[in-house]
């Protein structure tokens, strides 16, 4: 189907999960498509923490939007950010240009939250985006090749201490991937240090992992992770973060590495549009997904705040929510340009289950209340990743790296790009006279 200039023009921002199924299922259905996002690819966000820790190249979890829809001929990709929406005009404004909208469907997913603390964040990166994961990459390697060279025990001991902050799935699947590196990838290469002497904290402010998960997950998270040597701290927040080290409640941790896993909140776009938000700044929408004075106009996904009728919970911030939110809102919109749709429905969420990795071989999976651990967990988890990563030759080459990451305890993605600039106190090896000065204290 070509562009008809009479058709129905529905706008959508993001081309996470949720934008995405929008788009697609507005396939072959009377309207002109916009889908605009800042980036030029779809990021598969769970499986973010292997590139952070070397087991996947980014390129293998971020697909670009224009060839994930060159096959719908109505929808037109725009690499742009939306910097507003004049709910009354109905036009949505990039920082070049506007565009009209009939339907506009806003999905731009949640941000990094220091719950007030953005000081953190230079030296606690967290872990949204491909560059946050690059970022948290290029640290962990820096550190083990700092403390290589570092004579000085103490300042080597900082180096190879990381404290992740916050027990949920990605703070869980990071502690779990940077002591495996630590234990099992790194200790044959390494000749002046024992890489498995590496401290991993796992830190959070509940009483236990997982807290958004069944307990069981929870406790069996923790048992895993205390057998691979991950420490855990519970009942602790953060205080402070400096290039030193960390304060755990009033403890200071001498700590080269911190990760950021603890918090999210709503984006800037959702606060500009000056309407009812919860706590996280999540859009509050009613039961079909639109905003209460604007029938034409749906949030969905993580940057939705919509409680299911069925169970009274808020629908979580879930790769799932997203997808099934963006299915209903493009059926409700193709029913309507149809002529079908009589009165709205009501937006229900099908819960399919929760899943985490602990380690290699090892995963949890709840699904109709049992629990599912160890390899059969990680097999479950496994399969479930691969059909939800978007592309084939994504599925291939993703299913390849882990045969040979479980296989062969290898990590093939370990370049560290730019100029490595390593921060050493006391350097191991021959005094080199002015050369040392090239190795920054
Ligand atoms: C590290 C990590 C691990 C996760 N693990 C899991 C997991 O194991 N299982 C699971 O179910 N869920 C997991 N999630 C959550 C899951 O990724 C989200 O629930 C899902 O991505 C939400 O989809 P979405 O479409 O709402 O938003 P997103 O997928 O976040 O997409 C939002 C899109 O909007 C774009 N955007 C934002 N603002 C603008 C703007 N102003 N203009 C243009 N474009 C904009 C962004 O570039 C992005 O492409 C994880 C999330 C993270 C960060």
Redesign the pocket.
Known sequence: MGLDKQAAEVVI???????LEVAKGLKNVPVQVFL????NY??F??L??QVATSVLSGEKIASPIRHVLRGYDNTTVVL????GVDLESKIVYGSRAGRHFDYLVI????EQSYFGHDEFRANAPG??SLDDAYEIRRRILIAFEEAEFEEDEASRQGKLTFVIVGGG??GVELAGSIIETATKTLPSEFRHIDTSTARVILVDRGTRLLGGMPEEMGKRAMADLESMGVEIWLERGVTSVSEEGVFIGEEFVPAENVFWAAGVQG?A?AGSLKVERDHMGRVMVGEDLSLPAHPEVFV????TYVVDPQTGNPVP??????IQMGQFVAQMIKDEVEGKGNARGVFQYKDKGS?ATIGRGKALASINERTFSGLFGWLMWGVVHIMFLVGFRSKMVVMMDWVWNYLANERGARTITGDPELKVKEVRGIKMGDKKEKVRK
């Not at 999905?107 to 949640?110: D, E, H, K, N, S």
């Not at 969905?300 to 940057?303: F, L, Q, S, T, V």
């Not at 911030?317 to 997203?322: L, M």
């Open positions: 921002i993001g081309g996470g999960f949720g934008g605009a996002d800042r980036r779809h990021l966000q769970p973010l923490y742009a950010e939306i910097i999905a731009t997913g949640l872990l949204k799935p990605t984006t776009l969905i996904g993580d940057a911030a879930v790769a799932q929510g997203a899943m």
